[in-house]
């Protein structure tokens, strides 16, 4: 028996499993460090994992587009309220009920109201933010309209809002 061969996309999978052991520590440091510079959302020429966008449906045509969204990490605070309130009703931290990666897809979407979410994939994080990609579609596009498989999104607004993607699907308890 030979040496098992792999394609580039179980290559890149495999890296990407352990991202801090298998590209360097300095190199995700570096890496990481470009990522705080950059605005809250920022679209990006090429996906950073395309093993994993093609996974979720990523195609490299007219009509897809890739964006990086920065959430911050850990729960919610309330501002402090004002007098007039009993200690047992003074909670100040809460959790929104849906996941980080959810919140990026609706930020993303939001930025971009001509476009629909498909879906999104890890790209890093830190102690203060996680970074996603997130996968539009511009579902007034001719070309997006003329392909069968995802011309379904071209019919309703609004998917990472209503929790349709897959992030959104796994905090509605549907996965």
């Known amino acids: 028996m030979g040496k098992a061969k792999y394609g580039l996309s179980k290559i890149l999978e495999k890296l990407w499993k352990q991202p801090k052991e298998n590209f360097g520590k300095e190199k995700w440091r570096a890496w990481l460090m470009q990522l705080r510079t950059e605005p809250l959302i920022i679209r990006v020429e090429h996906p950073t ?7 979720l449906g990523f195609k490299a045509k007219q009509g897809y ?3 990086r969204s920065r959430v911050k990490k850990g729960g919610r605070k309330r501002p402090a309220p004002g007098h007039g309130r009993r200690q047992a009703h003074y909670g100040r931290f809460f959790t929104t009920g849906s996941s980080l990666q959810a919140q990026a897809e609706r930020h993303a979407s939001r930025k971009y109201p001509n476009c629909e979410v498909l879906n999104s994939y890890w790209v890093g994080e830190d102690g203060k933010y996680k970074w996603y990609e997130v996968i539009l579609i511009d579902r007034d596009h001719p070309v997006i309209k003329a392909d069968k498989k995802i011309a379904f999104i071209s019919e309703r ?15 509605r308890a549907l996965k």
């Open 49 to 55: 994992r395309l093993d994993r966008a093609r996974n």
């Open 157 to 171: 607004r609004g998917r990472a809002e209503r929790g349709l993607t897959s992030a959104g699907k796994k905090h």
């Open 65 to 67: 587009l890739v964006v």
